[in-house]
């Protein structure tokens, strides 16, 4: 059951507007996706707590509809 | 983590995997014969670093595959644990080898582990 990146990208702005996000189709399926997201709010935040975020924000579909996301984060330097 | 281990036998049974062991890696598969990529790579990252590693195979036990993501508030398996403590999935685990931090925390924690030099 794949899940557009359209549908990835905008669960994640909603729940980080300033997030920069790029996505990577890994397989060529459109089910096998690498992101990397950039957001402030991930400042002061470790690891685990910023994938917790994300995958927060993907409203429980990763390891379900979403079973592969390649997920990297980082805090937003300015 | 979890709030109520006592009235989970699940929960109670992860966290006593996790106390009895330094380095536990639940994963779908054992560690001869991992039965998903990200599992595999998980396992070999722990192989590299030459660490002794308790191996859960949540295939056996569908009571665990289920407890271990809520135990964690961790989607996906694999998941590590140094010292009763979660590190991260495949994603972290490849990360944090890539940057050395890994080999450092097992230092850290007093793991033993082969050394490297690369």
């Keep these: ?78 | 983590m979890a709030q109520d281990t006592a009235s989970d036998p699940v929960h109670q049974k992860i966290a006593d995997t996790i106390a009895a062991n330094d380095v536990v890696l639940f994963m779908k598969g054992t560690k001869q014969f991992p039965q998903c990529g990200f599992s595999a790579t998980a396992a070999k990252i722990l192989e590299h670093l030459g660490v002794q590693f308790k191996d859960v195979n949540v295939l056996d036990d569908q009571g665990v595959r289920d407890g271990i993501k809520a135990f964690s508030n961790w989607p996906t398996i694999p998941q590590l644990y140094i010292k009763g403590e979660f590190v991260g999935g495949c994603d972290i685990m490849r990360e944090m080898y890539a940057a050395g931090e890994l080999h450092d925390l097992i230092c850290q924690k007093g793991i033993p582990h082969a050394h490297h030099h690369a």
Excluded: C
């Design chain 1, 1 to 78: 059951m794949p899940m557009p990146a359209t549908e990835i990208e905008r669960m994640i702005k909603a729940k980080f507007p300033d997030a920069t996000i790029q996505l990577k189709d890994l397989a060529g399926d459109n089910d096998h996706w690498a992101a990397h997201v950039v957001s402030a709010a991930f400042k002061g935040k470790s690891r685990v707590q910023q994938h917790q975020m994300v995958y927060d924000a993907l409203g429980g579909r990763m390891g379900d509809v979403l079973h592969a996301l390649q997920l990297t984060t980082a805090a937003a330097t300015d």
